[in-house]
């Protein structure tokens, strides 16, 4: 996200947009050599450059002509931002959230007349219920943990009193957080010309849509309507009195319930228990699946539990599901019934304070005029295919009409959306462009933190016996790390999982401090297709703790010779 608010800060771009004719058709499009497709954000072809350039040459773009004090950038030398002829707008965008802003701000920069609806509030789930405030509560979280740890601090010479919070102060850290990056977004698209409508968007047909009373035409749509939380049936969700609430209510942070049950031990899960605890909550997990942090790499999971739940204040029940949650009512709790996953018997009942389900997200796609182009949801979600191209009931292109992020299902993640949106702004401008998710990280954002990008051990070792390759496992501890050391923070593992023949990169994972920085350098290998025996010979900083990645490439016993040419070096 970053990144993409940075671009309403640089001097925009006189760009002009690709020739229509030029567009790739909808019906018709051959993949590129598979080397090409290693790149999953923009490839040099992006940037004007001729593919025959060597990858050591790439030329500087300080050339480009910028046009200083302009709030717009210009769409094409003759038409000034006017739209292909005989539509309304270049792009509409339906849904202003992480992805909605990300695709407009790379349409506008490729020369778009734009436009983005939204019904809600710039910055949908991530932005006001999501990943943003989250973050909020869990720097304060974080802070609290050490604060509260006096071992930890007694082992730097530091002595600190008791610490304490106001719960206001907190909400509002959070809340003026997402107030904050919500006006950045909206700044950022209205600086650069994109015209932002208020109202529902619905799809009437091709490349028309209606907002309000009022419809308008486009050559393409992006649909980004994003999510909702899934609240499974039985639980009777209660916000408004704050017994049993979703991740929208908890973010509010309107009180701190001294026991809590979570129903749900995954991303979102993990991270309200490192809140509540560090905020003197107890909690107790509910987990339909047989263990803990199901998504996870196993032994990742495995040493996250040792760190993140066995030492603090929570419990767990594996196997069951909460088939009833009723609200807490006239001095009575919560009270949770548990019932087994495969006999559907009743196991137990808990009287709790409050219970959050997290239980994942549903895809808000209803009232979207689906039926309008023959579109039949799968599970609420709009199939796509690999170029985020909307699928028919007769499993037909819908020409001109995309679905990204959350809404579409292939990877439900904000800076995934964004990432989405810009491959689908590369194609309708002329460039075929094909998103490698398996290069896009997660992060979970507990203290210590867990991030990963590509496969899984199991996932590796099933795609392995499936094609007939061997996989390597390569392993590096924080406590060798010299940074991690100096700040006390030695509990942590980088994992590696590649192919010893070829120098692969199939997966990383990690749990230790600021892992979700330290995925980076892994994802953007994965990639731009970058092979262990090149990577290994990278240099980094001493002491960082980059060198956690630095070790765990060159741990790796990899049989290939180095994959490209070496560059010649450069006289300091």
């Not at 790439?58 to 006017?82: E, F, H, K």
């Not at 709790?333 to 548990?338: A, G, H, K, R, S």
């Given at each position: 996200m970053q990144s993409s608010i940075s671009l309403s800060l640089s001097s925009p771009s006189t760009i002009c947009r690709s020739d229509s004719s030029a567009a790739v058709s909808n019906a018709n499009v051959n993949l590129l050599n598979p080397r090409s497709l290693r790149f999953c954000g923009l490839r040099r072809e992006a940037f004007g450059l001729n593919s025959s350039l060597s990858t050591h040459r790439i030329q500087s773009l300080s050339n480009v002509t910028r046009r200083p004090c302009s709030n717009r950038i210009v769409a094409s030398s003759a038409g000034n931002g006017a739209a292909s002829k005989g539509f309304d707008y270049d792009l509409v965008i339906i849904g202003a959230g992480v992805g909605g802003h990300g695709a407009a701000l790379h349409a506008v920069e490729k020369g778009l007349k734009t436009a983005i609806i939204e019904g809600d509030v710039v910055g949908g789930t991530c932005v006001n219920r999501g990943c943003v405030p989250s973050k909020a509560l869990l720097a304060v979280s974080g802070r609290m943990r050490e604060l509260q740890n006096e071992h930890h601090m007694k082992s730097f010479g530091l002595q600190v009193a008791a610490a304490g919070y106001d719960r206001q102060?907190?909400?509002?850290?959070?809340?003026?957080?997402?107030?904050?990056?919500?006006?950045?977004?909206?700044?950022?698209?209205?600086?650069?010309?994109?015209?932002?409508?208020?109202g529902f968007g619905t799809v009437l047909g091709p490349q028309k849509v209606k907002y309000g009373d009022?419809?308008?035409?486009?050559?393409?749509?992006?649909?980004?309507?994003?999510?909702?939380?899934?609240?499974?049936?039985?639980?009777?969700?209660?916000?408004?009195?704050?017994?049993?609430?979703?991740?929208?209510?908890?973010?509010?942070?309107?009180?701190?319930?001294?026991?809590?049950?979570?129903?749900?031990?995954?991303?979102?899960?993990?991270?309200?228990?490192?809140?509540?605890?560090?905020l003197g909550s107890e909690v107790t997990f509910v987990e339909a699946l047989d263990q803990l942090m199901p998504g996870f790499d196993p032994e990742i999971g495995k040493l996250a539990q040792r760190v993140l739940i066995n030492p603090r204040k929570i419990d767990y029940h594996t196997g069951v599901f909460a088939s009833k949650i009723t609200p807490a009512k006239d001095g009575k709790p919560v009270t949770i019934e548990l019932i087994d996953a495969k006999t559907k018997e009743l196991k137990d009942t808990l009287e709790v304070d409050a219970a959050l389900i997290a239980t994942g997200r549903a895809p808000f796609t209803q009232g979207l005029g689906l039926e309008n182009i023959n579109v039949q949801t799968q599970r609420g979600f709009v199939p796509v295919d690999g170029r985020m191209r909307v699928i028919d009931a007769n499993g037909e292109l819908v020409p001109h009409l995309y679905c990204i992020g959350d809404a579409n299902g292939k990877m439900m993640l904000a800076?995934?959306?964004?990432?989405?949106?810009?491959?689908v702004v590369e194609?309708?401008?002329?460039?075929?462009?094909?998103l490698n998710h398996l290069s896009i990280p997660a992060a979970c954002f507990t203290h210590p933190e867990i991030s990963m990008v590509g496969l899984t051990?199991?996932?590796?070792?099933?795609?392995?016996?499936?094609?007939?390759?061997?996989i390597g496992i390569a392993k590096t501890s924080f406590k060798a790390n010299t940074k991690a050391l100096a700040e006390n923070e030695g509990e942590g593992l980088a994992k590696l999982i590649y192919r010893p023949d070829s120098g692969e990169i199939l997966g990383v994972h990690i749990f230790g401090m600021h892992a979700a920085d330290l995925i980076h350098e892994a994802s953007n290998a994965i990639a731009l297709g970058t092979r262990i025996q090149d990577i290994k010979y990278a240099v980094h900083a001493h002491p960082t703790l980059s060198e956690v990645i630095d070790e765990l490439f060159k741990a790796a016993k990899v049989k290939a010779n180095t994959s490209s040419p070496v560059a010649e070096p450069v006289a300091a």
């Amino acid at each position: 996200m970053q990144s993409s608010i940075s671009l309403s800060l640089s001097s925009p771009s006189t760009i002009c947009r690709s020739d229509s004719s030029a567009a790739v058709s909808n019906a018709n499009v051959n993949l590129l050599n598979p080397r090409s497709l290693r790149f999953c954000g923009l490839r040099r072809e992006a940037f004007g450059l001729n593919s025959s350039l060597s990858t050591h040459r790439i030329q500087s773009l300080s050339n480009v002509t910028r046009r200083p004090c302009s709030n717009r950038i210009v769409a094409s030398s003759a038409g000034n931002g006017a739209a292909s002829k005989g539509f309304d707008y270049d792009l509409v965008i339906i849904g202003a959230g992480v992805g909605g802003h990300g695709a407009a701000l790379h349409a506008v920069e490729k020369g778009l007349k734009t436009a983005i609806i939204e019904g809600d509030v710039v910055g949908g789930t991530c932005v006001n219920r999501g990943c943003v405030p989250s973050k909020a509560l869990l720097a304060v979280s974080g802070r609290m943990r050490e604060l509260q740890n006096e071992h930890h601090m007694k082992s730097f010479g530091l002595q600190v009193a008791a610490a304490g919070y106001d719960r206001q102060g907190v909400a509002d850290h959070a809340n003026n957080l997402a107030s904050k990056i919500r006006n950045n977004l909206t700044n950022s698209m209205k600086s650069l010309g994109v015209d932002i409508l208020t109202g529902f968007g619905t799809v009437l047909g091709p490349q028309k849509v209606k907002y309000g009373d009022t419809v308008i035409t486009a050559k393409d749509i992006i649909i980004a309507t994003g999510s909702v939380p899934l609240v499974p049936k039985g639980i009777e969700v209660d916000g408004k009195c704050k017994t049993v609430i979703t991740s929208d209510h908890a973010l509010k942070l309107e009180f701190v319930p001294q026991w809590i049950a979570i129903v749900g031990s995954g991303y979102i899960g993990l991270e309200f228990s490192d809140v509540y605890t560090a905020l003197g909550s107890e909690v107790t997990f509910v987990e339909a699946l047989d263990q803990l942090m199901p998504g996870f790499d196993p032994e990742i999971g495995k040493l996250a539990q040792r760190v993140l739940i066995n030492p603090r204040k929570i419990d767990y029940h594996t196997g069951v599901f909460a088939s009833k949650i009723t609200p807490a009512k006239d001095g009575k709790p919560v009270t949770i019934e548990l019932i087994d996953a495969k006999t559907k018997e009743l196991k137990d009942t808990l009287e709790v304070d409050a219970a959050l389900i997290a239980t994942g997200r549903a895809p808000f796609t209803q009232g979207l005029g689906l039926e309008n182009i023959n579109v039949q949801t799968q599970r609420g979600f709009v199939p796509v295919d690999g170029r985020m191209r909307v699928i028919d009931a007769n499993g037909e292109l819908v020409p001109h009409l995309y679905c990204i992020g959350d809404a579409n299902g292939k990877m439900m993640l904000a800076h995934a959306a964004s990432a989405q949106g810009i491959s689908v702004v590369e194609q309708v401008t002329g460039k075929d462009h094909v998103l490698n998710h398996l290069s896009i990280p997660a992060a979970c954002f507990t203290h210590p933190e867990i991030s990963m990008v590509g496969l899984t051990e199991p996932q590796a070792r099933e795609k392995a016996e499936k094609e007939g390759f061997e996989i390597g496992i390569a392993k590096t501890s924080f406590k060798a790390n010299t940074k991690a050391l100096a700040e006390n923070e030695g509990e942590g593992l980088a994992k590696l999982i590649y192919r010893p023949d070829s120098g692969e990169i199939l997966g990383v994972h990690i749990f230790g401090m600021h892992a979700a920085d330290l995925i980076h350098e892994a994802s953007n290998a994965i990639a731009l297709g970058t092979r262990i025996q090149d990577i290994k010979y990278a240099v980094h900083a001493h002491p960082t703790l980059s060198e956690v990645i630095d070790e765990l490439f060159k741990a790796a016993k990899v049989k290939a010779n180095t994959s490209s040419p070496v560059a010649e070096p450069v006289a300091a």
